[in-house]
């Protein structure tokens, strides 16, 4: 059974990157409640403009001066130590020491995280109001880590659909999160926690017409390794996608960053409540979380991006006080809940498509459309609700419209007519057979 509380105290210290034993040891705990299948890449293979780095563990890290005290210990705070050091064993003085010294002068009781995947570095971090009270003497500086060949690994599971329905073309929503940081409650452990609560409550809804792709992994290598391997089938299927990020923290309304064309399905309900002040709206950009790998160039995935406390728009962003004292835990389910409905939206909006895919639909035939053309032709109502001329307009416009990807409710026409009203030109042309 899942206990959020105890899971999030067990990751919590799990010193985590994006590779290595904390990660798996990670992965492998957040399995037991999705049941990811791990797909792995081996150091040294070609990813797209990317190559899969070295595997880092670590051992032990820390600082001590010469009369053994231990001035910087990776085991009270694994964001003491630079993500990705280089093993070192050596005695230094504090100038030496001092240019591998991480801290924030703006925010000096904080630690800050630090990183260094893609070229060979170490360091130490810690508070300012530390750093600057270390004595001028001599330090044994040990950081016992190996960079060796290993792997990048994923999860995978897709939740399938239990209902089929001919009118959705693209069938598959991806829900992704990523797990490399270490010891962040905002910004690492809430996408995860949040994603399994959602997993469960869509597991427990019985009418799905959609698969759901549940993908966990380290950020940026992680995403980009999953893409390269299933670039084929996430531009065959994938009809829109979140990315669950940092959803902890105080503020009272989630925000929705936009996928980079901004008009995928979830953009476009997002937007609508967004008039309702039910949600925030942020533009597209080039920084943030793994959207930035779906929505790349030619990938240009319908993704976009759930967060409730946005990274680097807070204080306690990538340091030490991003801690579970910063996150209020009893929100998640909230939080999954709200997400949820978003999800569930989808289930109950009406697609269309057509049965005759290409170019117009020979409306005459079907009585749908004047054979006779002529200025006294429109002036006749053949319908209870609208004139001939509006008739058409709608009739047209959901037929035009009818790609497999498309809701009625987004349609212009809803702002002009009554949502019922076009709805029963829907249900007449289906009836037709002109729409599945």
């Not at 792997?151 to 990523?178: A, P, R």
């Not at 960053?257 to 937007?271: E, V, W």
């Not at 001939?388 to 498309?406: C, H, P, V, W, Y």
């Amino acid at each position: 059974m899942f206990n959020l509380e105890k899971t999030f105290d067990q990751l919590f210290p799990i010193f985590r990157s994006i590779t290595g034993n904390g990660y798996r040891q990670s992965f492998n705990l957040i399995k037991r409640f999705i049941p990811f299948k791990k797909h792995k890449y081996q150091t040294g293979k070609k990813v797209f403009d990317w190559i899969v780095p070295n595997e880092w563990n670590i051992r032990d890290a820390y600082v001590k001066n010469l009369s053994g005290k231990k001035i910087i210990d990776v085991n009270k705070n694994n964001l003491h130590l630079m993500n990705y050091s280089m093993p070192i064993n050596k005695e230094m003085t504090l100038s030496e020491l001092d240019k591998n010294l991480y801290s924030m002068v703006h925010l000096p009781k904080y630690i800050p995280y630090v990183t260094s995947y893609y070229k060979k570095n170490w360091g130490f971090c810690l508070p300012h109001n530390q750093r600057v009270k270390l004595k001028n003497e001599n330090y044994k500086v040990l950081i016992d880590s190996s960079l060796k060949k290993g792997f990048v690994e994923w999860g995978e599971y897709l939740l399938k659909k239990t209902v089929k329905d001919k009118s959705v073309k693209k069938d598959t929503i991806l829900i992704t999160s990523y797990l490399c940081h270490p010891s962040m409650a905002n910004n690492e452990l809430s996408g995860p926690l949040i994603q399994i609560l959602i997993y469960f409550k869509l597991k427990k809804l019985k009418k799905r017409k959609f698969n759901y792709l549940f993908v966990i992994n380290p950020e940026t290598i992680g995403s980009i390794c999953f893409i390269h391997k299933n670039l084929k089938f996430l531009k065959e299927n994938l009809l829109s996608g979140l990315v669950l990020t940092c959803l902890g923290g105080p503020e009272k309304k989630l925000s929705y960053k936009l996928s980079r064309d901004g008009n995928s399905l979830f953009d476009k309900y997002f937007k609508k409540l967004a008039k309702n002040k039910k949600i925030k709206i942020r533009k597209y950009d080039n920084s943030g979380s793994d959207e930035r790998q779906y929505c790349s160039s030619e990938c240009n995935f319908p993704v976009g991006q759930l967060a409730r406390t946005v990274y680097g728009d807070h204080k306690e962003y990538h340091t030490s006080a991003d801690n579970k004292n910063f996150v209020k835990l009893e929100k998640f389910e909230k939080t999954a809940n709200e997400i949820f409905d978003f999800i569930r939206n989808n289930e109950d909006q009406v697609f269309l498509r057509r049965k005759q895919p290409y170019c117009e639909i020979q409306l005459g035939k079907r009585n749908l459309y004047p054979n006779t053309n002529s200025p006294n032709t429109w002036k006749d109502s053949s319908d209870n609700l609208l004139n001939s001329t509006q008739q058409l307009e709608i009739i047209s416009e959901i037929l035009s419209s009818a790609d497999g990807l498309t809701v009625l409710s987004d349609l212009n026409l809803v702002k002009k007519y009554k949502y019922e009203n076009v709805k029963n030109y829907y249900k007449k042309l289906k009836k037709k057979g002109l729409l599945f």
